[in-house]
């Protein structure tokens, strides 16, 4: 059993000695660098998927399934703290991501696409991730607690340049190219390349421009072989993690494919077996719509493959709970995870993580597959470019004011008593998305719908962002907490993000949209019974406004 080793002393980030460098020179180029992949990854290649012909239920399951690096990067956030510097590995991230962006770019035009760009999407995930850890504390240790707070504004800003970026300007420019007559895999080619172009000048900027604050040194007071206990430590929860993720993954798809059998029976077993996508997606046309998801019948392969998985797992999550008790029982890192589970009302808080924001996550996982979706399909039957017009005019503009509107009313009545308000204005969109799928208005009609939808996000995300905060705040562990808060709000996103998709393919826009509406009540409910700090939430209110306002 490994010794506990006591936490090294707190890094002094005041500022450096050293002459200061003007903020304006990185803070904004860094953090929209920042949001570049991030955008790429859980909302960009949904229409790029979608234009390229991909189904709705793959697009979701493995657009959900790559942001799970975001979910797992507080398990390796040791290994940027305690190896090398965290400017080096901001700088060693960006240039990485680039590569990984030029490749995406020439993946994209291949037959293969689907399954290069899907790996992409994964080393992509997890260098961000990695990227945010460093840079985070980058920023922490340039700037005094005055400047970090002046300019937690333009932080605000710069990710919300990359949203319009990404969404917007990347989307009208490839629909206009494939408007023009360029086919659909070039035209992305091009617009992938451009990121990847812009992603690169960030960096090159970035690797003179970026400072080299005293503080940012590797911890040299913990011993080497700590160091390499640590890293171990977070290779082993990681692995747990991971394991337990596709065990719950290969249950859930022998359940699918239990109920499949149930309802149909043999019905599609020959189309199903078919090797020639064409020919397979021709034979399940030919056949009566199933009742549940065509996906989850599974071929004698792909039983033999999850049967694997679902052994496999069993066999080793008992092993890497051992390993995890032996290395991390006992130890600083053990402490911060054992302490975030035993705090009071825990039962309530994770309730509130995994279900205050579900339904919202079940319509912005649809949103794009809604809006490009023929009208016979049930979406609404509009060009790439004008998906970019309704996001980069709705979106932004009603981020920023819900943020602005949801910190201010906190500030002035407290959390306790503007949480009502703020989940009625984060969920009464929905109902929109559902008069839209029902009715199929006239395309302009999105416009106020994005905005409204992306203004009452703003408000709404501005309670979660505080509790979340009063949560890490509680003890010692203040950055592992929130890290552990915020994590585990992305992995039931990611869980939302995959029964969107799901429910979508048996009962269409509508009804995954009413879906998401249901879903609404067990996150209103928890509010009366999750605990809630009312003199931090004044304080961290102001905080909550500047960081999204």
Same mark, same amino acid.
């Given at each position: 059993?490994?010794?506990?080793?006591?936490?090294?002393?707190?890094?002094?980030?005041?500022?450096?000695?050293?002459?200061?460098?003007?903020?304006?020179?990185?803070?904004?180029?860094?953090?929209?660098?920042?949001?570049?992949?991030?955008?790429?990854?859980?909302?960009?290649?949904?229409?790029?998927?979608?234009?390229?012909?991909?189904?709705?239920?793959?697009?979701?399951?493995?657009?959900?399934?790559?942001?799970?690096?975001?979910?797992?990067?507080?398990?390796?956030?040791?290994?940027? &703290?305690?190896?090398?510097?965290?400017?080096?590995?901001?700088?060693?991230?960006?240039?990485?991501? /680039?590569?990984?962006?030029?490749?995406?770019?020439?993946?994209?035009? /291949?037959?293969?696409?689907?399954? #290069?760009?899907?790996?992409?999407?994964?080393?992509?995930?997890?260098?961000?991730?990695?990227? $945010?850890?460093?840079? $985070?504390?980058?920023?922490?240790?340039?700037? &005094?607690?005055?400047?970090?707070?002046?300019?937690?504004?333009?932080?605000? *800003?710069?990710?919300?340049?990359?949203?319009?970026?990404?969404?917007?300007?990347?989307?009208?420019?490839?629909?206009?190219?494939?408007?023009?007559?360029?086919?659909?895999?070039?035209?992305?080619?091009?617009?992938?390349?451009?990121?990847?172009?812009?992603?690169?000048?960030?960096?090159?900027?970035?690797?003179?421009?970026? +400072?080299?604050?005293?503080?940012?040194? +590797?911890?040299? &007071?913990?011993? =080497?072989?700590?160091?390499?206990?640590?890293?171990?430590?977070?290779?082993?929860?990681?692995?747990?993690?991971?394991?337990?993720?596709?065990?719950?993954?290969?249950?859930?798809?022998?359940?699918?494919?239990?109920?499949?059998?149930?309802?149909?029976?043999? =019905?599609?077993?020959?189309?199903?077996?078919? =090797?020639?996508?064409?020919?397979?997606?021709?034979?399940?046309?030919?056949? +009566?719509?199933?009742?549940?998801?065509?996906?989850?019948?599974?071929?004698?392969?792909?039983?033999?493959?999850?049967? /694997?998985?679902?052994?496999?797992?069993?066999?080793?999550?008992?092993?890497?709970?051992?390993?995890?008790?032996?290395?991390?029982?006992?130890? /600083?890192?053990?402490?911060?995870?054992?302490?975030?589970?035993?705090?009071?009302?825990?039962?309530?808080?994770?309730?509130?993580?995994?279900?205050?924001?579900?339904?919202?996550?079940?319509?912005?996982?649809?949103?794009?597959?809604?809006?490009?979706?023929?009208? &016979?399909?049930?979406?609404?039957?509009?060009?790439?470019?004008?998906?970019?017009?309704?996001?980069?005019?709705?979106?932004?503009?009603? !981020?920023?004011?819900?943020?602005?509107?949801?910190?201010?009313?906190?500030?002035?009545?407290? #959390?306790?008593? *503007?949480?009502?308000? !703020?989940?009625?204005?984060?969920?009464?969109?929905?109902?929109?998305?559902?008069?839209?799928?029902?009715?199929?208005?006239?395309?302009?009609?999105?416009?106020?719908?994005?905005?409204?939808?992306?203004?009452?996000?703003?408000?709404?995300?501005?309670?979660?962002?505080?509790?979340?905060?009063?949560?890490?705040?509680?003890?010692?562990?203040?950055?592992?907490?929130?890290?552990?808060?915020?994590? #585990?709000?992305?992995?039931?996103?990611?869980?939302?993000?995959?029964?969107?998709?799901?429910?979508?393919?048996?009962?269409?826009?509508?009804?995954?949209?009413?879906?998401?509406?249901?879903?609404?009540?067990?996150?209103?409910?928890?509010?009366?019974?999750?605990?809630?700090?009312?003199?931090?939430?004044?304080?961290?209110?102001?905080?909550?406004?500047?960081?999204?306002?």
């Amino acid at each position: 059993m490994s010794k506990s080793v006591p936490p090294p002393e707190p890094l002094d980030y005041a500022p450096a000695a050293r002459p200061a460098l003007n903020p304006w020179l990185f803070v904004p180029v860094l953090y929209f660098m920042q949001f570049l992949p991030n955008g790429l990854v859980t909302s960009l290649f949904a229409a790029v998927y979608k234009s390229l012909g991909v189904e709705n239920l793959k697009i979701a399951m493995w657009t959900g399934l790559a942001s799970l690096p975001w979910t797992f990067k507080m398990f390796w956030g040791p290994l940027v &703290d305690l190896n090398s510097t965290k400017r080096r590995w901001t700088c060693a991230m960006q240039a990485a991501i /680039t590569v990984v962006l030029l490749l995406t770019a020439g993946a994209i035009a /291949t037959p293969q696409f689907f399954v #290069l760009t899907v790996i992409a999407m994964f080393l992509m995930a997890t260098l961000s991730a990695t990227h $945010d850890i460093a840079c $985070d504390g980058l920023y922490l240790m340039s700037l &005094d607690k005055q400047r970090q707070a002046a300019f937690s504004g333009v932080m605000g *800003a710069a990710s919300r340049l990359g949203r319009l970026f990404v969404d917007s300007i990347l989307v009208v420019f490839a629909g206009y190219l494939i408007n023009r007559g360029l086919e659909a895999q070039s035209a992305w080619m091009i617009a992938l390349g451009i990121a990847a172009g812009m992603y690169a000048a960030g960096a090159v900027w970035n690797f003179f421009v970026l +400072p080299r604050p005293a503080a940012d040194k +590797p911890a040299a &007071d913990i011993p =080497t072989e700590e160091r390499l206990r640590n890293i171990w430590r977070t290779l082993a929860i990681i692995a747990a993690g991971v394991t337990l993720y596709f065990l719950i993954s290969a249950t859930i798809e022998f359940i699918g494919y239990g109920v499949f059998r149930s309802l149909h029976g043999n =019905t599609f077993d020959a189309a199903m077996a078919m =090797t020639d996508p064409e020919l397979r997606k021709a034979a399940l046309t030919a056949l +009566p719509k199933p009742r549940v998801p065509a996906n989850w019948h599974m071929t004698a392969d792909a039983l033999r493959t999850q049967a /694997t998985i679902l052994i496999a797992g069993l066999g080793l999550l008992p092993v890497c709970a051992l390993i995890i008790r032996k290395l991390v029982r006992n130890t /600083t890192m053990g402490d911060a995870f054992v302490s975030y589970a035993r705090q009071p009302g825990f039962a309530a808080i994770l309730s509130f993580i995994m279900f205050y924001r579900f339904g919202e996550a079940m319509i912005f996982a649809m949103t794009s597959l809604f809006v490009l979706d023929a009208r &016979d399909a049930g979406g609404m039957g509009m060009t790439l470019g004008q998906l970019g017009m309704v996001k980069g005019l709705g979106q932004p503009i009603g !981020l920023m004011l819900g943020g602005l509107l949801g910190g201010w009313w906190i500030s002035r009545v407290g #959390l306790r008593k *503007a949480f009502w308000l !703020l989940m009625i204005c984060l969920h009464t969109p929905n109902l929109l998305y559902v008069w839209t799928a029902y009715t199929l208005p006239h395309p302009n009609w999105l416009y106020p719908v994005v905005f409204i939808d992306a203004f009452g996000y703003g408000v709404g995300f501005a309670g979660y962002f505080v509790f979340l905060m009063q949560v890490a705040q509680r003890g010692r562990f203040v950055t592992s907490h929130y890290a552990i808060g915020t994590g #585990l709000g992305a992995l039931f996103i990611t869980f939302a993000t995959i029964a969107a998709g799901i429910v979508q393919s048996v009962f269409g826009y509508t009804g995954v949209f009413i879906g998401a509406c249901i879903m609404t009540i067990p996150g209103t409910l928890v509010l009366l019974f999750i605990p809630l700090d009312e003199e931090q939430s004044r304080a961290l209110a102001g905080q909550a406004r500047k960081e999204h306002g």
